[in-house]
Structures are given as C-alpha cells and as structure tokens.
C-alpha cells in the first residue's frame, strides 16, 4: 500500500562521516615518516529510509549506532557527506530562499535533555512564540492568543508562559519544547530519545501527549529510542539500525513477532516481559565496533552466531524479502 504513495520524507544512501584532521605535531611526524592519517567516524553508512504522511517510524539500536545523527540529518542540523534527503519530493539541500525556510519550519526535532534545548535566558511566552512571530505566522496581536492554545493543548497552564524553564519540571519542559515545534506548524518531527531521561509515569504522560497531537495536527513522527518497550507502543513501523546501517525494517507487529536479523533477536531477547520473567537474559555477544574502523562486509558480523565468510566479504543489501518487511542479512531468516 505505502508502495503507491509518495513518502512525506526519503533518504537515499545517505552518509555522514565525521573527520578529524591531524594536529601540528601529528602533520611534522607525518612529514618525518610516521604513518599517521585523519581520523573518520563513518556515523551513517548509505541509508535508505522512506516515511510516509501520517505515520510514526520508530529507529531502534544500540547508543552509538547513528540514529541521532539521522535526526540532526533529516532536521536540517547537519549537512549529509552523500546522498540525498527528499521532503515532499524536493532535494532539500537544493532549496533556496523561502522555500527552504518553509521547508525547515515543517521538520522539527524534539531533543531528549528538554533542558538544554531550552534558553534559559527566555520566558516559556518568547520560546514559543519567537520564531512565529519573526516568520509571520502569528500576528503579533495574536501571539497570547496563539501561545496560551498551544499551551492548554500541550497540557500547561497558560498563566505560567512569563516563567522561565528552571522553574518548570522535566516533563513540563518537554511540553514546552513540543509547544515550540507545534507553533511554526511543523509537520515532520523527529523525536530524538524524547523520553528517555524521564520517569516512567511521565514518560507514558508525554506518549499519549504525541499521540493525541499526531491525531489532532496530522503529524508525521520519526521517533528515535533505545527502548524497544516505548517504540511497540507508538510506532507504526521500526527500523533497527546497528553501526550506521538499518538492518531490518517492517511494520511494528511483524517486527516483534517474526523478527528475522540476528541483531534483531538480539535486541528484542533483552526486552523483560512477564512471559521471561523465569528467563536468564544473555546480551548480545561482544562489543559494538568503532565507527573509526567499522568491520568490512556485514558490520554485525563479528558478533554474529551465524556468520559466513561472505558476511565478511560482502555487505548483504537492504531488501524487501515479505511484503513491507526488509532485511540485509545474506542468509534471510536465520
């Protein structure tokens, strides 16, 4: 079905490498002969990724995969080393004067540390209305008017738009952030770990806040967790992602009942559940790879229990095996 519709958003094997270039001592010892060369993360390795109007995509994997570094990609806060983002099918690093300002109000990131994502120089009143009013989508007359809805909608009392983010706990500043991304009428928001570093209760308070929101402006989400747990209950698809790739993708019941990578399984055995509650639970073998030097062939190789010789040598393809599930694994389900 979602074949036959244009995605609201598509990345096309977009990269992000991170160069550190060699200091002053570093470049003489280079010049005396000592084998010594720039330092490369490979952050994001030729991701493919297409989200739809309307839907929420959750990206999984572990920390250091690469999936906040997709985030700042889709919103527009790093530039890809290749590749190209589409958004309502446009290349977006081809836009120019207002409609790339159009473009970059409708994609909005909510970071996970409300706090320093905040100014905290600002009044909750200027933090959301700033950027409306210097865009002209509010009038300034309307600006109250317009910060006390968003305000009510995003479960905080207007009267407290004078105080300042310190004076406002956790998950009310991440109302606020929310507020902020609502005001500019953002369609695309990328939610990077936007609950992680709250408590559970209110963690469960902010996912039916996005939900409810998603329902009621028509949002597109991409929603970036760590938790498997948080990501079954809001997402219509998942992708994982392991060292800069995405592995696997489908939508979230396939994923959580036939998952087909290796990594995959990995992931969701560490999930607790009552049914495991008798289970002794055993990580994923070894250690994630530098992204400095990330292991040729399939990156997940080495921690593998199934892998060939030609997971070594060869990057298996991200491919559709079932209809809307894919996979880059050279042996299917194993």
């Given at each position: 079905m979602n074949n036959a519709r244009q995605p609201l958003l598509k990345l096309q094997k977009v990269s992000k490498r991170f160069v550190k270039e060699l200091d002053f001592a570093a470049k003489i010892a280079r010049k005396l002969g000592v084998s010594v060369s720039d330092e490369t993360v490979h952050a994001v390795d030729k991701v493919d990724l297409s989200v739809f109007r309307g839907e929420v995509v959750g990206l999984v994997g572990e920390s250091g995969c690469g999936k906040s570094t997709v985030g700042r990609l889709i919103a527009g806060l790093l530039p890809p080393s290749e590749g190209?983002?589409?958004?309502?099918?446009?290349?977006?690093?081809?836009?120019?004067?207002?409609e790339a300002t159009?473009?970059?109000?409708?994609?909005?990131?909510?970071?996970?540390?409300?706090?320093?994502?905040?100014?905290?120089?600002?009044?909750?009143?200027?933090?959301?209305?700033?950027?409306?009013?210097?865009?002209?989508?509010?009038?300034?007359?309307?600006?109250?008017?317009?910060?006390?809805d968003l305000m009510s909608r995003c479960g905080l009392d207007p009267s407290y738009k004078y105080r300042y983010p310190h004076q406002f706990s956790g998950g009310q500043r991440q109302r606020i952030a929310i507020a902020r991304a609502l005001a500019v009428k953002a369609e695309y928001i990328v939610c990077d770990e936007a609950v992680s570093a709250l408590d559970v209760s209110i963690q469960a308070q902010i996912l039916n806040l996005f939900m409810a929101l998603k329902r009621d402006f028509g949002l597109t989400l991409l929603f970036i967790s760590h938790?498997?747990?948080?990501?079954?209950?809001?997402?219509?698809?998942?992708?994982?992602?392991?060292?800069?790739?995405?592995?696997?993708?489908?939508?979230?019941?396939?994923?959580?009942?036939?998952?087909?990578?290796?990594?995959?399984?990995?992931?969701?055995?560490?999930?607790?559940?009552?049914d495991k509650r008798h289970i002794e639970f055993a990580a994923i073998r070894g250690e994630v790879a530098s992204p400095l030097n990330p292991p040729s062939g399939c990156h997940f190789h080495p921690r593998c229990p199934y892998a060939k010789d030609i997971c070594q040598l060869q990057q298996p393809l991200l491919e559709e095996i079932r209809p809307g599930h894919l996979l880059a694994c050279h042996f299917g389900s194993v």
């Open positions: 190209a983002i589409f958004f309502e099918g446009k290349d977006i690093s081809l836009l120019k004067g207002r159009e473009t970059a109000l409708k994609i909005q990131m909510i970071f996970q540390d409300p706090f320093a994502s905040l100014s905290p120089r600002m009044r909750v009143r200027e933090i959301i209305g700033e950027a409306p009013k210097i865009h002209g989508i509010f009038k300034p007359a309307e600006l109250d008017e317009n910060v006390d938790d498997l747990g948080v990501v079954e209950h809001i997402s219509d698809r998942v992708a994982i992602m392991y060292l800069g790739r995405i592995v696997e993708l489908a939508d979230t019941e396939e994923l959580f009942d036939n998952p087909l990578h290796p990594y995959t399984k990995g992931l969701l055995k560490e999930v607790p559940s009552f």
